[in-house]
């Protein structure tokens, strides 16, 4: 997968990382889902329908995604604290890798027509 990140930081598994490390999305080459949710003003707009759509999205694949909402909501808080970014598009990536639940999450390009 194609490291799209465009800040400094990223959440992977829950851990506070640099979006430089591209390792990370080398690793990602089988089934995955992901969603693109619009941070205005610190706050993921219309979060719960974008969660809601992801978890269909993972039961249709047969993925579990293992994180609370309340836990992901927080992930988003700490990328826009951490990178000093309080408007951007925040993409939330979930797959498995050996077995074992991958999580990420960390901001993209914003396109605008």
């Given amino acids: 997968m194609k490291n799209d990140a465009v800040s400094e930081f990223l959440i992977h598994n829950d851990r ?4 430089s490390e591209n390792g990370i999305f080398d690793a990602i080459n089988g089934q995955s889902i992901y969603e693109v949710i619009k941070v205005a003003a610190g706050v993921p707009l219309f979060f719960e329908h974008h969660m809601a759509r992801m978890r269909h999205s993972a039961h249709l694949l047969r993925l ?33 890798m ?10 993209i390009e914003s396109e605008r027509p």
């Fill in 16 to 19: 506070l990382r640099p979006a």
């Fill in 98 to 107: 050996d077995g074992q639940p991958l999580f990420l999450a960390y901001f």
């Fill in 64 to 96: 579990d995604l293992n994180q609370p909402d309340g836990r992901i909501r927080g992930h988003i808080a700490s990328l826009v604290q951490e990178n000093r970014c309080p408007e951007a598009n925040v993409k939330l990536v979930w797959t498995l």
